[in-house]
């Protein structure tokens, strides 16, 4: 079945490192990927997107990047903050079956 | 702040009653989608509307379903409730068609089934 796995659960950096959070999803008709932030007691909050036509995307602080061949996605954090500590999900969509996965999840913790 | 909203916050039900879960999505947004997310896990998609009409479901029994209003509301219906469907359940909105742009996430509602 479709699955979105995250890589390494949890995620310890000290304050200013750069961070990557890594993703592998399993279904190639995805062809939009998403990152979201959630912080406790929150819903997700929209970091970055990616579409499969492109492989690499960069907004402030962070970027995205794919790998269509291996299904990988990996968001990179520059100058990781302690306001960035929350949990980091990768979700993927088929948007012509109209269909969402997300992975479980990586706690990304920032030390200052 | 998203501009989408959710109600109630918290409730709580038992087993074997009905519950509906409200959403009032950004304006001007044609897609919402409604997701559980159980304690520890992602979300798990449930079904998105577009233009008033079910556009894509997961992989959830009939007892749920739902429901999108011309005025970008919606609704999500759980029938005869099981202890597992204890979850936030997540309902996020975007412009246009679904995945054509940024999706934005309400703050849930907490349901608990005793």
């Known amino acids: 079945g479709e699955s979105v796995g995250l890589h390494l659960p949890t995620l310890s950096v000290q304050e200013g490192d750069n961070s990557i959070i890594n993703c592998a999803y399993s279904?190639?008709?995805?062809?939009?990927f998403i990152w979201y932030k959630q912080e406790s007691g929150k819903g997700p909050q929209f970091i970055i997107d990616?579409?499969?036509?492109?492989d690499k995307r960069q907004g402030q602080r962070v970027t995205v990047l794919l790998n269509k061949t291996v299904k990988h996605l990996s968001l990179q954090i520059a100058a990781t903050q302690p306001g960035d500590s929350a949990v980091y999900f990768c979700?993927?969509?088929?948007?012509?079956?109209?269909?969402?996965?997300f992975g479980d999840g990586t706690t990304l913790t920032v030390k200052p | 702040e998203t501009g989408v909203t959710q109600s109630p916050t918290h409730l709580i039900k038992t087993r074997g009653q009905q519950v509906t879960l409200r959403c009032s999505s950004q304006s001007g947004h044609n897609t919402v989608s409604w997701y559980q997310q159980a304690l520890g896990q992602g979300p798990q998609f449930i079904f998105q509307?577009?233009?008033?009409?079910?556009?894509g479901r997961g992989n959830f029994p009939p007892r749920f379903s739902g429901l999108q209003f011309p005025n970008y509301s919606s609704e999500l219906n759980v029938n005869a409730l099981e202890l597992d469907d204890s979850a936030l359940y997540l309902c996020a909105s975007n412009k246009g068609y679904p995945g054509s742009d940024t999706q934005y996430f309400g703050p849930g509602t907490r349901l608990t089934v005793l």
């Open positions: 990616i579409r499969s036509n492109m």
């Open positions: 279904n190639s008709a995805s062809d939009y």
């Open positions: 979700a993927e969509m088929d948007t012509n079956a109209g269909k969402s996965t």
């Open positions: 509307y577009y233009r008033e009409e079910e556009n």
